[in-house]
């Protein structure tokens, strides 16, 4: 039997739709009422959220897309290209937290029904769309959804009245993807200033790289070791091992994220002996989801410490994008980039150790 030749290396793929991970459909009612409805929704968010409206040009004689961001209660952006592809629209609305699409032109893996006698034979020719219904708003008039609609919606969907907005509002926070979180040790370092590997030093009782490991499991958390190819026999099972090679830190978080680009990702290197549970614990409960990543500033540099970050799947584009410019600064990425900067109750936690001089500087 002859191999099958595979051209390109099979990577595995993000959980993103059409438009985005946290894409929604409103369908079911005329573009104009639509388009209200969602302009009020997005405003309920205020500036607490990036939301950005897909929808149709009205008034082009051909159609075609427009992108409009509403960023606060005065302000209305609005951004448009000739010509966009499924790939261009991913790319511009990566760092969108919500992207609401008027689904009587376009399709989103989520969708909110209306109840419009209007469009009621519109709704029926779009049936096969209606894959993950979160929601059915009744328009003025109507009491109760279509009974043809029933078998398609089920019986658990909540039906809200069109007013209902800031109950929509709180829907869609419920309703949208909820990350997953894991760990990862940086430990694939050479260790050339302290001479041997550090990530083995015993600080607590127990190498280092263990130590943190056990922390992460008793948080519940899946972790992760960082390592170079000819590491792995060292740690076992559960390494991720450089695939973008000789880029340091950087590498091993892109490593991660092509391991899996639907998790958020708790980076810790093993330079770090200071840092306990506590700390960890303070981080994932500061961790905003929403931001590309949740970060602890360090007064030492003035800056967010890029290797004690939560970094959400977000950044994993902003990542490769950087490094396509020539930047493999993990703190260039943060800086430049909507984060939740964490103050910790001690931010000497952050100290590295990365030779003898170190370590003896914090009495170890």
């Given at each position: 039997?002859?191999?099958?030749?595979?051209?390109?290396?099979?990577?595995?793929?993000?959980?993103?739709?059409?438009?985005?991970?946290?894409?929604?459909?409103?369908?079911?009612?005329?573009?104009?009422?639509?388009?209200?409805?969602?302009?009020?929704?997005i405003?309920?968010?205020g500036?607490?959220?990036?939301?950005?409206?897909?929808?149709?040009?009205?008034?082009?004689?051909?159609?075609g897309?427009?992108?409009?961001?509403?960023?606060?209660?005065?302000?209305?952006?609005?951004?448009?290209?000739?010509?966009v592809?499924?790939?261009?629209?991913?790319?511009?609305l990566?760092?969108?937290?919500?992207?609401?699409v008027?689904?009587?032109?376009?399709?989103?893996?989520?969708?909110?029904?209306?109840?419009?006698?209007?469009?009621?034979?519109?709704?029926?020719?779009?049936?096969?769309?209606?894959?993950?219904?979160?929601?059915?708003?009744l328009?003025?008039?109507?009491?109760?959804?279509?009974?043809?609609?029933?078998?398609?919606?089920?019986?658990?969907?909540?039906?809200?009245?069109?007013?209902?907005?800031?109950?929509?509002h709180?829907?869609?926070?419920e309703?949208?993807?909820q990350?997953?979180?894991?760990?990862?040790?940086?430990?694939?370092?050479?260790?050339t200033?302290?001479?041997?590997?550090k990530?083995?030093?015993?600080?607590?009782?127990?190498?280092?790289?263990?130590?943190?490991?056990d922390?992460?499991?008793?948080?519940?958390?899946?972790?992760?070791?960082?390592?170079?190819?000819?590491?792995?026999s060292?740690f076992?099972?559960?390494?991720?091992?450089?695939?973008?090679?000789?880029?340091?830190?950087?590498?091993?978080?892109?490593?991660?994220?092509?391991?899996?680009?639907?998790?958020?990702?708790?980076?810790?290197?093993?330079?770090?002996?200071l840092?306990?549970?506590?700390e960890?614990e303070?981080?994932?409960?500061?961790?905003n989801?929403?931001?590309?990543?949740?970060?602890?500033?360090?007064?030492?540099?003035?800056?967010?410490?890029?290797?004690?970050?939560?970094?959400?799947?977000?950044a994993?584009?902003?990542?490769?994008?950087?490094?396509?410019?020539?930047?493999?600064?993990p703190?260039?990425?943060?800086?430049?980039s909507?984060?939740?900067?964490?103050?910790?109750?001690?931010?000497?936690v952050?100290?590295?150790?990365?030779?003898q001089?170190d370590?003896?500087?914090l009495?170890?």
């Amino acid at each position: 039997m002859t191999k099958k030749h595979e051209k390109h290396t099979k990577l595995k793929k993000p959980a993103i739709g059409f438009y985005g991970r946290n894409e929604l459909a409103f369908v079911g009612a005329p573009c104009g009422l639509i388009q209200k409805y969602v302009e009020r929704l997005i405003l309920s968010f205020g500036d607490t959220k990036n939301v950005v409206y897909v929808d149709a040009d009205h008034g082009a004689k051909e159609g075609g897309i427009a992108f409009a961001t509403f960023q606060d209660k005065i302000s209305h952006k609005r951004f448009e290209k000739k010509d966009v592809n499924d790939f261009d629209l991913k790319f511009l609305l990566n760092d969108q937290d919500f992207i609401f699409v008027n689904g009587n032109h376009f399709q989103a893996n989520k969708q909110v029904v209306f109840i419009h006698p209007e469009k009621e034979a519109s709704l029926k020719k779009r049936i096969g769309q209606l894959t993950e219904v979160i929601a059915v708003v009744l328009a003025e008039g109507m009491d109760k959804p279509f009974d043809w609609l029933e078998d398609t919606i089920g019986t658990e969907v909540k039906i809200l009245k069109i007013e209902d907005v800031a109950y929509m509002h709180t829907l869609v926070l419920e309703k949208m993807t909820q990350v997953p979180l894991k760990a990862l040790i940086l430990s694939g370092g050479k260790s050339t200033r302290m001479g041997f590997d550090k990530t083995t030093i015993n600080y607590h009782g127990k190498p280092q790289r263990e130590y943190l490991a056990d922390i992460f499991d008793k948080l519940g958390v899946e972790t992760f070791f960082s390592c170079r190819a000819d590491q792995v026999s060292e740690f076992g099972e559960n390494t991720i091992t450089d695939k973008f090679l000789n880029l340091g830190p950087y590498g091993a978080i892109l490593s991660a994220f092509q391991t899996d680009p639907d998790a958020a990702w708790l980076v810790l290197a093993s330079d770090m002996p200071l840092i306990q549970m506590q700390e960890i614990e303070f981080l994932i409960q500061k961790r905003n989801s929403f931001k590309t990543a949740t970060a602890c500033f360090n007064p030492e540099t003035n800056f967010p410490d890029p290797l004690f970050t939560i970094w959400e799947p977000k950044a994993y584009l902003s990542l490769l994008s950087y490094l396509t410019l020539g930047y493999s600064c993990p703190r260039k990425v943060l800086i430049n980039s909507e984060i939740e900067l964490v103050q910790l109750p001690d931010p000497k936690v952050l100290a590295n150790v990365n030779s003898q001089e170190d370590k003896a500087a914090l009495g170890l």
